[in-house]
């Protein structure tokens, strides 16, 4: 029998393009024999829609990202009801799911607010659970773990809104002890969305107040100059394994957003990352530590930076990666021997798995 596999998308976060165009991959790389695919677009403002023709394919050579709207589709909703696994449209019909794979980057996605909703209506889930998923969208929440477990961060600040508006200069201080250049970033997302390099404190107003703009804590870094970028994949729930390594070499000062999403030349990806063995082994180590440390479930990418002279650092886990065509985290598993339509299968399956597992524990707990 056919899987339904509900592919949600879209939503509510600045990431809501980005994860377009990962559905679409993911849609596309599901084996029409084994799976039934439900897509099911979220628009800007948190409706549900079901969009039979799947997320919006890129407009060619436009240089914009595609959006899901209210014409795209009739408005559903999940039913409630624990162990339902159904969507309901107005007119009373249903579609009946086996499991979701929410492909959503950033706030409500990717921060265990989709993940909570899905946990109380019974639905088995790809990927990691409420504690993981919101520690994973919390890039200082996520550091304090990486650093109980022993695993090597790099300096940082975190910033309040609050200490902002009251007490700049005692925040200007804790930025020159850091030194410049460094890197002010939201706390809370992703994709690079926010994030500036600031080369001096004249700009460090500017640029704390653009983080601010997307939430109310944000994090200063000092700069790791001259690192390379290395990304490992995960895969699995209790013995999760490392793929091999690869490599982002942005053409701009830095990964910035355009560079990820917007310009087909902003970075080259290098699979396998040439690293050496003992690199590779660090960072495959540290990978899987850092996937145990936020209690990760399924998936994730862990992206580390290697300085010039120094030892690797854990950057940041991201618990829903990219997953276009050209993204680290297929292509990682596919450089390793699991191709993109078996690495669905794989997630799927490691989704049921743990979904049954606990509503075995259900009855006692
Ligand atoms: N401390 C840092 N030192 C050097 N480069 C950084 C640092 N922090 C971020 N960057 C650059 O900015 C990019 C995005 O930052 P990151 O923390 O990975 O946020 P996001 O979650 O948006 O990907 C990184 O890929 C890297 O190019
Ligand atoms: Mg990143």
């Not at 699995?236 to 560079?259: C, L, M, Q």
Request: proline share 7%.
């Amino acid at each position: 029998m056919k899987r339904r596999i509900a592919i949600v998308f879209g939503g509510r976060s600045a990431e809501h393009e980005v994860s377009c165009v990962s559905a679409r991959s993911v849609l596309d790389a599901l084996d029409p024999e084994r799976y039934e695919a439900i897509p099911i677009g979220v628009t800007k403002e948190g409706r549900w829609h079901l969009i039979e023709a799947g997320p919006p394919a890129l407009p060619a050579g436009s240089g914009s990202l595609p959006q899901v709207t209210s014409e795209s589709g009739p408005e559903v909703a999940l039913d409630q009801e624990p162990e339902a696994r159904a969507l309901i449209a107005p007119d009373g019909s249903r579609t009946e799911i086996d499991v979701v794979f929410p492909v959503m980057h950033g706030p409500f996605g990717e921060d265990g607010s989709i993940q909570g909703f899905l946990e109380m209506a019974g639905v088995p889930y790809v990927g990691a659970g409420v504690l993981a998923s919101a520690v994973g969208m919390d890039k200082a929440v996520q550091k304090v773990l990486f650093r109980a477990a022993g695993l090597p961060v790099v300096e940082h600040e975190v910033v309040r809104e609050r200490e902002w508006e009251e007490d700049p200069e005692g925040v200007e201080a804790r930025a020159a002890h850091l030194g410049y250049p460094l890197f002010a970033k939201p706390a809370t997302l992703g994709s690079s969305v926010g994030v500036t390099k600031v080369h001096g404190p004249e700009e460090l107003r500017r640029a704390l107040e653009g983080t601010f703009r997307y939430g109310r804590k944000s994090l200063l870094e000092r700069s790791v100059e001259g690192a390379r970028e290395i990304e490992v994949a995960v895969l699995g729930n209790d013995d999760p394994v490392a793929s091999i390594a690869g490599e982002i070499v942005p053409r701009h000062e830095f990964y910035d957003y355009e560079a990820k999403y917007l310009d087909e030349h902003g970075a080259e990806l290098l699979i396998p990352a040439p690293i050496d063995a003992q690199t590779l082994e660090e960072v495959q180590r540290l990978a899987v530590a850092a996937f145990r440390a936020i209690d990760c479930a399924g998936m994730a990418r862990v992206d580390f930076f290697l300085p010039p002279d120094a030892r690797v650092l854990v950057n940041e886990v991201n618990t829903i990666p990219g997953f276009t065509s050209i993204s680290m985290y297929p292509k990682l598993w596919e450089a390793s021997g699991l191709p993109y339509p078996e690495l669905i299968d794989r997630l799927v399956e490691l989704a049921l798995e743990r979904h049954e597992r606990e509503r075995k524990r259900g009855a006692s707990r």
